[in-house]
């Protein structure tokens, strides 16, 4: 059963324009949650995260907003820029001591052009 | 920030062969280490938690007597793909949390068993 969704596996946009990736979750108890970015044959690069406590996580060009009631994450990227095509992953943890593992979504490619 | 890397980045073996992979903390040392796998189009699935001085815990349908981890050292996990079959051919991806319980990931091993 998957507990991270990532429901688009692919999003096309304009370079200059804003991308936004969506992702939901089904586990409640999850009260940590993360954007990584992938390159094929690399490992992920992290990105931005966020708290359940917080509404919105902003760097630079990337907000993360969390809709908890909804169960719902999204990334923001404006404006979007050809090197951020890539597959971004959504993930989220459980609380406990830090060293947690982390539940990933499918990911969601993608693609800026310019 | 922090490194992780992984050894072999690709590896290429005979059916019932077996092939280890290290993940390496290259600044930091790490009690754990996670070990993930992520087969084409989907997502980075936990495989087993690598504790350094006890047993890795394994999640639900990974078979612990194929899948060997160690945990040599703080800064040392090995996965050891015993009896390799062609199914075990997979994108192995560790990850370790430093001490600010932030997980940095290695780049990741392509395995292919022929």
């Known amino acids: 059963d998957q507990q991270v969704k990532q429901n688009s596996p692919s999003l096309s946009v304009q370079e200059g324009r804003i991308s936004i990736l969506n992702c939901d979750y089904t586990n409640s108890m999850f009260d940590y949650f993360l954007w990584y970015k992938k390159y094929p044959a690399e490992g992920p690069t992290f990105l931005i995260s966020i708290s359940s406590i917080k509404d919105k996580n902003e760097d630079g060009r990337f907000t993360v907003f969390l809709n908890k009631s909804a169960k719902h994450l999204s990334l923001h990227i404006v404006p979007s820029q050809p090197g951020d095509s890539a597959v971004y992953f959504c993930a989220a943890s459980k609380p406990g001591s830090g060293n947690t593992p982390l539940v990933f979504g499918k990911g969601t490619r993608l693609s800026v052009i310019a | 920030g922090a490194v992780v890397s992984q050894h072999p980045s690709w590896v290429i073996c005979k059916s019932g062969t077996s092939v280890k992979i290290e993940c390496r903390s290259l600044?930091?040392?790490?009690?754990?280490m996670f070990w993930y796998r992520q087969f084409p189009k989907q997502s980075l699935m936990l495989m087993a938690t690598?504790?350094?001085?006890?047993?890795?815990?394994?999640e639900q349908g990974v078979e612990k007597d194929k899948f060997l981890i160690n945990h040599a050292s703080l800064t040392l996990s090995t996965l050891t793909v015993t009896s390799a079959h062609p199914e075990d051919s997979s994108f192995y991806i560790c990850?370790?949390?430093?001490?600010?319980?932030?997980?940095?990931f290695g780049p990741g091993t392509r395995l292919t068993v022929t």
């Open positions: 990850s370790a949390p430093d001490r600010t319980s932030e997980q940095y």
């Open positions: 690598s504790n350094e001085g006890s047993k890795a815990t394994y």
């Open positions: 600044d930091f040392q790490a009690t754990t």
